[in-house]
């Protein structure tokens, strides 16, 4: 049977306080499949795990990551790199000191990595985002060279005593293991996690014009993508939306409540049309949660729902970490 996942990354939250971004809105189409299907929660993080995409994003495509998962091989896979046998792949972010990234500061970042000996190849991906390839774990620079650095290079902000840049390291680890055929799609932004992930575990990806992984994101033109392989016959299609992630780490409420209704209203409405009139299942499933008002990752399990011929009714008629509170918890987004 057919089958299609939307991962609303990193939509989740913690319940209580002023209320979670899926509690703030009626989402009209995710409350029409709550109620047709089985609303639980589903742990995306393994025990001891930090959570993330890295690891939420696998262990949703059928990889439970038995220990930290190397989020620089992950890089390099979507960026179509390829690292020699043998190489440490890291991936160092700039950040200020708050942990906001400081995307101003990566070129001035890159060139005191490139004077690391133990590294074989530095390269910039994207905004603060940086690729080492080295022999063994590298000794990154101080935050005080970073700093010179940066002012010498006339980077504003910097030489702030209040605010001094640093890199952080995301060490090697796991690789998420090729389990997967081209029965199984994934439309996603190009050069995302997701599509280093999709392209490490042997799935095909699809990258809609208009898909950037942030907020203003075109969904609509995934949701056109994944009706066409679905109408074409692929078995699994994935759909993954970073946007809801990013507008998190910006610590912009309002943002993420947008995509969130633009998710809603242009990708899960007419998946759900399409689903019914296909006969196969549909599940929504974040990978973690994000706090929009600290930009961290939540390791709880996050609200799910997983409808189609043969799942029975189930749970709260809404999707809200609130109304799954004491639900059980499931171990993958096709469990019910
Ligand atoms: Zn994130």
Do not use: Y
Request: charged content about 20%.
């Amino acid at each position: 049977m057919q089958r299609i996942l939307v991962i609303p990354d990193g939509l989740a939250e913690t319940p209580g306080g002023a209320g979670t971004t899926l509690s703030s809105f009626t989402p009209m189409a995710l409350n029409a499949i709550a109620r047709r299907g089985a609303v639980r929660r589903v742990a995306t993080t393994p025990p001891g795990l930090q959570p993330g995409s890295e690891t939420g994003l696998p262990l949703l495509l059928g990889w439970t990551p038995g220990g930290p998962v190397s989020r620089g091989r992950i890089d390099a896979a979507a960026h179509g790199l390829t690292e020699p046998a043998g190489a440490v792949v890291h991936r160092v972010d700039v950040r200020h000191d708050d942990g906001r990234p400081w995307p101003e500061l990566a070129e001035t970042g890159l060139s005191l990595l490139h004077g690391l000996d133990e590294a074989l190849h530095v390269q910039r991906l994207s905004g603060h985002r940086l690729l080492i390839w080295g022999h063994r774990d590298p000794t990154l620079p101080r935050r005080l060279d970073l700093d010179d650095l940066g002012a010498a290079n006339g980077v504003e902000g910097t030489h702030d005593p209040d605010d001094l840049p640093r890199f952080q390291l995301w060490p090697d680890g796991e690789v998420p293991g090729p389990i997967l055929d081209e029965d199984t799609v994934v439309v996603c932004a190009p050069r995302s996690t997701m599509a280093g992930v999709a392209r490490l575990m042997g799935a095909a990806v699809v990258h809609p014009t208009g898909a950037t992984g942030r907020p203003g994101t075109d969904v609509a033109a995934k949701a056109r993508a994944a009706t066409s392989l679905l109408r074409d016959g692929i078995h699994t299609v994935v759909v993954h939306v970073g946007s809801p992630d990013e507008a998190s780490h910006a610590r912009d409420p309002q943002a993420k409540r947008l995509e969130a209704q633009k998710i809603d209203r242009d990708l899960l409405a007419p998946l759900a049309a399409l689903v019914l009139d296909l006969g196969a299942t549909l599940a929504v499933c974040p990978d973690h949660g994000t706090d929009p008002r600290t930009g961290a990752h939540v390791a709880d399990p996050v609200p799910a729902v997983v409808w189609g011929p043969g799942v029975r009714a189930s749970g709260p008629n809404v999707v809200t970490e609130e109304a799954v509170a004491h639900e059980p918890v499931v171990h993958g987004p096709w469990e019910t």
